[in-house]
């Protein structure tokens, strides 16, 4: 790998582990503010509003420009977002801002790898780029969480320049100083990605063409037999983990009785079961063995189940860890098979643009579903097993949707070779 890719590599990992902190940091003001409980699915939910809204243009935005000024524009966005909570913006609509920041920011770093590395180098590229996402998940919940502790709080507060009034007199506020340091560490890198001297001829800047040539690709992808199968896996996987992350935090206080910035900890536990998983997947599952693991999907869906029965910090542990290592063991091949079936069928930016709508969209849906259940005062434990249920449930009719296309594509190449 050359350098310029490592520096993608290190923007990448300081803006995300910044937007991940953020929303911690986000969750507990609300929490201080006093806002009612079904207000906080609506922090993550405004955080992905733009990547669907936006899915038809952001493509041809990164292409307009060279990919490491549009990653550094994005991130100015995100500092700006960042900002304004600091002039008592509400978090909500702040968070949005950032979204808005990211959605332009994520095809810039999947394109920019085409343009910088040879195609048999792609596959390790995104497996790096995946390997840090999710590192930068964990650390950033983590970190989340430790910047609202109090240790870290009156630590942070405890910091006095001599004859200079900083204006930063609350935990949060000290908490957000460090979240925006984090996006500027990534835009400084930013400026440092090389320009790949790609020029794409012609981009289509008419909304109307735009939008119709993103429908027409979004029609092919889900007409293909595997293509609608992986486009439905990994749709799903991605609504039911950002809704689990959230179901992980309420349960850390309910039933295990843990404060805001331990409860958060349990959010990374996930997501290094995930890490563990997709590590495991890439080593075992062969792109042509990928539609094998669909049945861990359905065991993922009825072990979060177990979860209502846990109410032990030990147990909790090793549970979460399993879930996440089943997730992210079928969700990799998923993703692999996905990338590979949008390249042959269209190009890999317009793939990747079809995926992120379907994904954000189901983000937007099933924490939308939660936000209504818990403005409902359900049961967490309700919540719980109709989450599992619906996971496994939805798993179980994916894989008899898959049974049914390979007997009939079975059948007909049987009837090829009777006709021959």
């Known amino acids: 790998m050359n350098r310029g890719f490592y520096t993608i590599m290190s923007a990448q990992f300081f803006s995300s582990l ?5 929303l911690f940091v986000a969750i507990d003001l609300l929490v201080s503010m006093k806002s009612p409980a079904w207000i906080t699915p609506l922090l993550k939910l405004s955080f992905v509003l733009f ?6 243009f952001v493509g ?31 978090p909500l609509l702040a968070y949005a801002v950032v979204g808005f920041g990211a959605a332009i920011y994520s095809p810039a770093k999947y394109g920019i790898l085409t343009e910088l590395l040879p195609a048999e180098k792609l596959v390790a590229a995104n ?43 609350t935990p949060t506020e000290a908490a957000l100083c460090i979240v925006a340091g984090t996006y500027v560490l990534a835009a400084l890198f930013n400026l440092r990605i090389p320009d790949t001297g790609c020029v794409y001829a012609h981009q289509e800047r008419n909304p109307i063409k735009l939008i119709t040539d993103f429908a027409n690709c979004y029609t092919i992808l889900w007409k293909d037999k595997l293509g609608q199968i992986t486009l439905a896996v990994t749709t799903l996987f991605w609504g039911a983990g950002a809704t689990l992350q959230l179901i992980v935090l309420e349960w850390a206080k309910k039933s295990l009785h843990m ?24 080593r075992f599952i062969p792109l042509r063995k990928s539609l094998t693991v669909i049945p861990l999907g359905i065991a993922m869906g009825v072990i979060v189940m177990l979860m209502t029965q846990v109410t032990s910090v030990w147990l909790a542990y090793p549970l979460l860890v399993l879930i996440g290592a089943l997730s992210g063991f079928f969700v990799v091949p998923m993703n692999a098979l996905l990338q590979h079936r949008g390249h042959v069928l269209m190009s890999a930016g317009h793939s990747i ?14 924490l939308a579903v939660y936000s209504v259940m818990i403005r409902l005062h359900l049961d967490l434990d309700i919540i719980i097993v109709a989450f599992g249920m619906f996971v496994a449930g ?20 049987l009837i090829g070779e009777h006709k021959h």
């Open 259 to 282: 404060p805001f910035d331990k409860a958060t900890s349990l959010v990374g536990v996930v997501a290094v079961g995930v890490a563990l998983g997709a590590a495991l997947s890439a």
């Open 127 to 169: 497996g790096w780029i995946e390997g840090l996402t999710v590192t930068s998940i964990i650390l950033g919940t983590v970190m989340g969480g430790a910047l609202v502790s109090n240790r870290a709080s009156s630590f942070l507060l405890g910091f006095d320049m001599p004859g200079l009034d900083t204006g930063i007199n």
């Open 51 to 56: 990547y669907v809204l936006l899915a038809a």
């Open 394 to 413: 939805t798993m179980f009719m994916i894989m008899r949707k898959h049974a049914a296309s390979q007997r009939e594509h079975d059948s007909l190449a």
């Open 60 to 90: 041809a935005f990164a292409d307009a420009l060279p990919k490491g000024r549009v990653m550094f524009i994005a991130n100015l966005i995100k500092i700006f977002g960042c900002a304004l909570i600091f002039v008592d913006v509400h």
């Open 18 to 22: 910044a937007d991940n902190a953020l």
């Open 353 to 366: 643009a079809v995926q992120n709508f379907n994904e954000n969209l189901s983000i937007l849906t099933m």
